[in-house]
T-cell receptor, first 113, second 115 residues
Framework: ETGVTQSPTHLIKTRGQQVTLRCSSQSGHNTVSWYQQALGQGPQFIFQ???????GRGNFPPRFSGLQFPNYSSELNVNALELDDSALYLC????????????FGNGTRLTVT | AQSVTQPDIHITVSEGASLELRCNYSYGATPYLFWYVQSPGQGLQLLLKYFSGDTLVQGIKGFEAEFKRSQSSFNLRKPSVHWSDAAEYFCAVGADGGSQGNLIFGKGTKLSVKP
């Protein structure tokens, strides 16, 4: 069983640039969630995708957007990067049932300078 | 609004000693509760979860947690800590009315283990 994989592991961008982070879901999982974890904080929910559509969103501005593909892999896009976007971005996959646990990847560490 | 509070930012215990990590939540209905562990540079691994039923939940790696509705708590315990348990621990609650993947996390408790 293949786990959740994320790429790249580390990324450095400049303020104002755009970034795309990628996630490959665990085999058989059809739901993907993205989280932002700032240094010293718990993860914060960005959004969730199911059947290629966003079906839940946290308190993040529209410059945070995502995609889910037919093979259930996913992308997180962030436009107009700000310094406060520096964080660990975590992807988690699961089944759609309410009691299906989230399986997290190791994350992408984004640094915005 | 829902929230999760982990009152202890950092805890140090001796190897072999018992452990209890505290978690308090704010939630209107019966919560879905989780404990996750995060090692440095890693993602989060699920230790255990509570949805309903028996209030004492067993998890992986010898951890257990007890749901106490009257105290709005879901404390994590382990009878004998191993050096490999050193990590950061996060308590989380499923967001009310939110999608399945929408969890609200506490700020975490960092566990250090003394030899």
């Amino acid at each position: 069983e293949t786990g959740v994989t994320q790429s790249p592991t580390h990324l450095i961008k400049t303020r104002g640039q755009q970034v795309t982070l990628r996630c490959s879901s665990q085999s058989g999982h059809n739901t993907v969630s993205w989280y932002q974890q700032a240094l010293g904080q718990g993860p914060q929910f960005i959004f969730q995708y199911y059947r290629e559509e966003e079906n839940g969103r946290g308190n993040f501005p529209p410059r945070f957007s995502g995609l889910q593909f037919p093979n259930y892999s996913s992308e997180l896009n962030v436009n107009a990067l700000e310094l406060d976007d520096s964080a660990l971005y975590l992807c988690a996959s699961s089944l759609e049932q309410l009691n299906s646990p989230l399986h997290f990847g190791n994350g992408t560490r984004l640094t915005v300078t | 609004a829902q929230s999760v509070t982990q009152p202890d930012i950092h805890i140090t215990v001796s190897e072999g000693a018992s452990l209890e990590l505290r978690c308090n939540y704010s939630y209107g209905a019966t919560p879905y509760l989780f404990w996750y562990v995060q090692s440095p540079g890693q993602g989060l691994q699920l230790l255990l979860k509570y949805f309903s039923g028996d209030t004492l939940v067993q998890g992986i790696k010898g951890f257990e947690a007890e749901f106490k509705r009257s105290q709005s708590s879901f404390n994590l315990r382990k009878p004998s800590v191993h050096w490999s348990d050193a990590a950061e621990y996060f308590c989380a609650v499923g967001a009310d009315g939110g999608s399945q993947g929408n969890l609200i996390f506490g700020k975490g408790t960092k566990l250090s283990v003394k030899p």
